[in-house]
């Protein structure tokens, strides 16, 4: 089995370095909206990261849909017309962005109706949205974007969503507080409760055993919740540091050392004390005394291509020295380090290129803004 903890931790990156620049505080935590978890977000290659000034930067060529901040070449690009942002969330093809006020600013392709709170095909620049006010949080994934506004009511748009609740109020008995979307939607109340709706595909995770169910049920979960990774698979974190895991877990992406599904919500074997789990089918934890692990599918690859080297259980990673946080989803992962700057993990060409990368050989390649 391919290792995907050969981390060359004797690159030397002080050449790297622009002088004059300021370091940007990864942990710096916004106040009044609840926000932190928003201050970065990966999408397609790039990286895009709220300032403390309030602007947006993105690390990373980025893609068409998101281009026109900054021709392909430039690696570090603050984005124009975003001031004012306390959090950012970027899906396959679209962005959303909060301000201070609580508006959200989108921009992107709504092809498959992730901005479906507004009519044009694609949105070239980011453009607020006073329809969108208002907001206690939100969250974009691949073709969805969904957000709590303060009146305690949630929306969603996106693909395959049907008409009759696309954009419609879905309302809670419980305070919620935290919202998380893929093509399954989850929304955390104040008490680390969670209901999940939408569609779970092959393996349903509603009592009613419907893949697809529009009403928000109450899941069953024994711990006080505080985030939610999905997909494939979903996976819980809890307050004191536990997971829990359900659903598929093709090429081990749920790290339980298996690969068949998980059918009921059940606790992961070797995960504790874990602080955040961010990715898809490469997944990577933070603990809460700072150390990285990673598991899952380690080919960056369509999956036809995909047939061997699954991390089927939870490993130690060694990113860049100084390394206090990360962002990652299905294709790209990067590390925030304590002087500010950005590692984007680069795997080798494989022999299969451009087939599939293997992270079985890998550099860093670091940003300074």
């Given at each position: 089995m391919k290792r995907m903890t050969r981390l060359l931790g004797t690159l030397v990156a002080a050449s790297l370095l622009l002088s004059g620049c300021a370091a940007i505080e990864a942990?710096?935590?916004y106040q009044g909206l609840g926000l932190e978890r928003h201050k970065g977000s990966v999408g397609s290659g790039a990286l895009y990261m709220v300032q403390d000034d309030g602007t947006v930067v993105r690390y990373g060529g980025g893609t068409y849909y998101l281009s026109y901040a900054g021709k392909g070449g430039e690696e570090v690009f603050q984005l124009p017309g975003l001031e004012n942002i306390v959090g950012i969330e970027v899906g396959a093809s679209h962005a959303l962005a909060q301000d201070r006020e609580g508006c959200i600013w989108a921009w992107g392709s709504n092809k498959y109706n992730p901005l479906g709170f507004q009519v044009e095909k694609r949105v070239e620049k980011p453009k607020r949205f006073e329809?969108?006010?208002?907001?206690?949080?939100?969250?974009?994934e691949s073709y969805y974007s969904m957000a709590l506004f303060e009146n305690n009511t949630v929306k969603v748009w996106g693909r395959e969503i049907p008409d009759e609740v696309q954009g419609i109020p879905f309302e809670f008995g419980d305070k919620i507080k935290k919202v998380f979307v893929g093509s399954l939607f989850f929304a955390i109340s104040e008490d680390g409760d969670v209901y999940a709706w939408g569609s779970s595909g092959q393996y349903p995770i509603f009592s009613s055993g419907r893949r697809e169910q529009w009403t928000p049920e109450l899941l069953d979960i024994p711990c006080s919740v505080k985030s939610v990774d999905y997909p494939p698979g979903a996976v819980f974190v809890c307050d004191n540091g536990d997971v829990y895991v359900f659903?598929?877990?093709?090429?081990?992406?749920?790290?339980?050392?298996?690969?068949?599904?998980?059918?009921?919500?059940?606790?992961?074997?070797?995960?504790e004390d874990i602080e955040k789990i961010e990715g898809g089918s490469i997944r990577i934890a933070k603990t809460t005394s700072?150390?990285?692990?990673?598991?899952?599918?380690?080919?960056?690859?369509?999956?036809?291509?995909?047939?061997?080297g699954y991390i089927l259980k939870p490993e130690l990673l060694y990113p860049p020295q100084g390394a206090i946080d990360f962002f990652s989803n299905t294709h790209s992962i990067f590390f925030i380090l304590k002087d500010g700057r950005v590692a984007e993990l680069i795997p080798e060409e494989h022999w299969f290129w451009p087939y599939k990368y293997m992270l079985e050989d890998y550099h860093f390649k670091f940003y300074t803004h």
């Open positions: 942990d710096t935590q329809s969108v006010c208002n907001i206690k949080d939100f969250d974009a659903g598929d877990n093709g090429a081990g992406a749920l790290g339980n050392g298996e690969l068949t599904p998980v059918r009921q919500i059940k606790k992961h074997p070797y995960l700072g150390k990285f692990l990673g598991w899952g599918d380690q080919i960056i690859a369509p999956i036809e291509a995909s047939n061997q």
